[in-house]
């Protein structure tokens, strides 16, 4: 569902008092169920993008104007075509995986590491799920052009797997960024202009990863991924175990926003046309239709990768997702891929 204003929601701290009570913010631990490997896996999904988001806009105000002037770019190139992209061919991101750990499970290894970055490409492209939308929709789902690789060559030129190893005397990290730098016991980014970041380690509160938009603090600018929701082997646990949380955070990072556009009360937006207005994130696994909004007969696109629902059940992109990350492909986020 779209508006002719990015920066009067997207970018307004006091969005936060509106946020649905289950959406952006950590739960208690007692909200997650014991593991295999005692780590315990959420009940829910759970992403802290805009609680981040609001946090760096009110420690950093002139990241309000940046990206004022992002949202402007974008709406002016997709109200010039609505349809756009990038180039004829996909775009090629390179991906460096930071493994930041304290015990040896949470220590991933390459396959499980290999793994994301196909689950990545599977659903950045036309994957096969896309044959379970439900039939209003099923002339939306598009490939995004974008595909994923393990860099190959670090920052001072040296060939590399894309993979660096920290080991952290932390337990677990939150929203505060801390993973993101050694002097917090985290791994300092690669260039976030040449490189998508991926922080993969243990999160606390039932949070399973989030992201940052483009234009806010180079020095902050990735993902970050809960290790236990990372890739489809390994740690990975259902049912967040196909991946599905890394696709939903860069989708982020492309200037997605959650379905429900982050309000409880229908006034929120995506900025999106082709997704359905919604009052609230759903969980789980929804039954078709769910409604909200007065979006009836269909309802909630719940099968979107924007919203909360388990990695088995959000199986799509629209059009105008794609379109909205091709213009940040060409716009801010133009020097990073081939």
Known sequence: MASNDDTSQADDTSQADNQPADSDQPADQSAEQPTTDDQPVPDHR????????????????????TRAEISSAIEARLSDDPSFR???????IPVVVHVVYNSDPENISDDQITSQIDALNRDYANNSDQSNVPDPWKSLPTDAMIQFKMADTDPDGNATDGITRTKTDQTSF???????SSATGGADPWPSDKYLNIWVCKLGGGLLGYAQFPGMPAD????????????TTGSARAPFDMGRTTVHEVGHWLDLRHIWGDTNNCSGTDFVDDTPNAQMPNFGKPTFPHVSCSNGPDGDMFVNYMDYVDDDTMIMFTAG??????????????SIGS
Request: hydrophobic share 35%; aromatic share 2%.
């Open 220 to 231: 902050t600018d990735g993902v970050v991924i809960r290790n236990t929701a990372f890739g």
């Open 321 to 334: 997702q794609v379109a909205r990350m091709q213009a940040v492909l060409a716009g801010a986020r133009a």
């Open 86 to 92: 990038r180039t004829s061919g996909p775009t090629t």
């Open 174 to 180: 939150s929203t505060d960024d801390g993973v993101k």
């Open 46 to 65: 759970m992403c802290g993008t805009m609680e981040v988001h609001n946090r760096i806009l009110e420690e950093r105000p002139e990241c309000r104007a």
